[in-house]
């Protein structure tokens, strides 16, 4: 049988990033790579409240085992 041995583990970052219309994106990176958006929770006052989107970000973020006092929140760029 062969072995395998493990020289690396690669970290992974994890932060939320807030933009201009109220949505929040879950981010995450790999050590020397891109960042990526994993999800996307959009807002739409009609349909969506911050309470909601910010309890399912904090839902999630339990998956990935960090806290809710750990989460990163940033502010996106916004584009022009």
């Not at 690669?10 to 999800?39: I, N, R």
């Not at 339990?62 to 760029?77: L, T």
Request: charged content about 20%.
């Amino acid at each position: 049988m062969k072995t395998v041995e493990i020289v690396k583990v690669y970290p992974t970052l994890y932060w939320v990033e807030k933009d201009f219309w109220g949505s929040a994106h879950v981010m995450m990176q790999h050590e020397g790579m891109h960042p990526f958006t994993y999800c996307s929770f959009n807002y739409d006052y009609a349909y969506t409240s911050n309470a909601e989107v910010h309890n399912a970000i904090v839902s999630l973020m339990n998956q990935f085992g960090i806290a809710e006092s750990d989460i990163v929140w940033k502010s996106r760029e916004l584009k022009v």
